[in-house]
């Protein structure tokens, strides 16, 4: 692959990482139409998440360091533990585990068969039905103040399902809180502040592997490319935030509800007709 597509997969990693539409699925689809016609791989995609992940960090900024230093001096019992900032960076670390434990059992299908356009296909459309029912239904009352452990759990394991290629990242963890009753900018930015830990963690253990010369870990990109596509990841990503929470502050999910069927529904068509191969 060249620097022209490693250049336009980080645009299109930075346009679909926050929205719940499976930023994963994309970067596979459009692989497979690009001249080299090759699969980035879950390395790729992986360190590529990087730039996106650094872009939640700068916009998030004053909130991760508010966050993290009450943690810290909860640890030090000078904040009680139950106060809203140090119970986020708990929740934070307990809803990363359901993902970092799934990623390293199931890291060998998550790298090989599950990256199948079938699977992919029937996830965006299941996966889209249900974010649809949820924000059609759920009553969203709750604020980012009234998060449990409880619900804190269950969106992590949320998040998990996201080791499924399209599924969506945003999408689960955003679903599982409209279906807790949160609403959905706050469904939204815990979304992001949970990915943090993952995405990171995931993308510099590729990193790892890559200057550990791993076989087959690089990919069809090489590192000067993949930091490319990784820095536009960052910038498109940022921009992407700000409109993201924006969008769903005053309107549904419904045209990313109605995206994931219909690219779900051409994938089926596409690889009925032998177009493209799963």
């Not at 708990?90 to 599950?114: M, N, R």
């Amino acid at each position: 692959m060249n620097w022209f597509e490693a250049a336009f997969l980080g645009l299109i990693q930075g346009l679909t990482e926050f929205l719940p539409i499976s930023s994963s699925a994309h970067l596979f689809v459009v692989g497979k139409f690009l001249p080299s016609g090759e699969d980035p791989g879950a390395a790729f995609t992986a360190v590529s998440q990087l730039g996106t992940e650094a872009a939640v960090v700068v916009f998030f900024w004053r909130d991760i360091v508010r966050i993290i230093g009450a943690w810290y001096q909860s640890l030090r019992g000078k904040v009680p533990r139950n106060d809203p900032d140090a119970r986020m960076g708990w929740l934070v670390i307990i809803g990363s585990v359901p993902i970092a434990l799934l990623g390293v059992v199931f890291q060998h299908y998550i790298e090989t068969s599950l990256r199948n356009l079938w699977i992919v296909a029937t996830t965006l459309i299941v996966f889209g039905l249900i974010l649809a029912v949820a924000d059609a239904v759920a009553p969203q009352q709750r604020e980012l103040k009234d998060l449990t452990y409880k619900h804190g759990i269950l969106y992590g394991l949320a998040q998990a399902l996201a080791l499924i290629p399209g599924v969506s990242r945003s999408g689960g963890t955003i679903t599982a809180g409209l279906l807790m009753g949160y609403t959905r900018e706050a469904a939204a930015r815990y979304s992001f502040l949970l990915a943090i830990p993952a995405v990171f963690g995931s993308g510099f253990y590729e990193l790892y592997k890559i200057f550990g010369k791993h076989e087959g870990s690089q990919g069809p990109f090489g590192l000067g490319q993949t930091a490319l596509a990784t820095v536009i990841a960052f910038v498109v990503g940022y921009l992407i935030i700000g409109w993201f929470l924006k969008f769903i502050s005053t309107k549904s999910f419904r045209p990313f509800v109605w995206y994931r069927i219909a690219l779900g529904l051409a994938l089926y068509m596409l690889l009925g007709f032998g177009i493209i191969t799963a």
